[in-house]
T-cell receptor, first 113, second 112 residues
Framework: GENVEQHPSTLSVQEGDSAVIKCTYS??????FPWYKQELGKGPQLIID?????GEKKDQRIAVTLNKTAKHFSLHITETQPEDSAVYFC????????????FGTGTSLTVIP | DGGITQSPKYLFRKEGQNVTLSCEQN?????MYWYRQDPGQGLRLIYY???????QKGDIAEGYSVSREKKESFPLTVTSAQKNPTAFYLC???????????FGNGTRLTVT
């Protein structure tokens, strides 16, 4: 089955700096890659997603890039703010597995004011 | 507002007892999922259902059971056979293949 690896597991940045989280996947049939933000005691919330027919997608301070050849995708957060502090998860899915999502192990991001 | 409701938020049980976690959605989504979250291990799939009266085992189904009698509801029973049931349980739903998951706010189960 699919295997998603995520790095780093923890990340601290100064407010205003950029943060980058990277994920790799193993199944070349995976074609949908969402990113989730989870705040303490809550469920994950979708923040951005990308499909395999697109190389990059941007939404204000958040962007995601996808390299299908290398099977990796990354989350970029620019001009970080303290409220960006949370745990971020990447995921991959494919129709071949009945819409099962495979998650990375998460990155705990701390933005230092 | 549309969304997924999990109840209760906190649940305490004695070892050897079965316990059922509730999940209700009013998003009219066909697919529903149960994930277990443990520190440092991300989200692991327990069961999922793509349609009423049908469900499939995920990666860690042993010691759990589910039912899907209604589109809106997907309760999870943690049985006494689950060796390490203390965890944070997340329910999710999605509209169709390769569409985003929408999560509830979870139930934290503690078994002593």
């Amino acid at each position: 089955g699919e295997n998603v690896e995520q790095h780093p597991s923890t990340l601290s940045v100064q407010e205003g700096d950029s943060a980058v989280i990277k994920c790799t996947y193993s199944d070349s049939a995976s074609n949908y890659f969402p990113w989730y933000k989870q705040e303490l005691g809550k469920g994950p919330q979708l923040i951005i997603d990308i499909r395999s027919n697109v190389g990059e997608k941007k939404d204000q301070r958040i962007a995601v890039t996808l390299n299908k050849t290398a099977k990796h995708f990354s989350l970029h957060i620019t001009e970080t703010q303290p409220e960006d502090s949370a745990v971020y998860f990447c995921a991959a899915s494919t129709r071949n597995t009945g819409n099962q999502f495979y998650f990375g192990t998460g990155t705990s991001l701390t933005v230092i004011p | 507002d549309g969304g997924i409701t999990q109840s209760p938020k906190y649940l305490f049980r004695k070892e050897g007892q079965n316990v059922t976690l509730s999940c209700e959605q009013n998003l009219n989504h066909d697919a529903m999922y149960w994930y277990r979250q443990d520190p440092g291990q991300g989200l692991r799939l327990i069961y999922y259902s793509q349609i009423v009266n049908d469900f499939q085992k995920g990666d860690i189904a042993e010691g759990y059971s589910v039912s899907r009698e209604k589109k809106e509801s997907f309760p999870l029973t943690v049985t006494s056979a689950q060796k390490n049931p203390t965890a944070f349980y997340l329910c999710a739903s999605s509209q169709w293949d390769n569409s985003p998951l929408h999560f509830g706010n979870g139930t934290r189960l503690t078994v002593t």
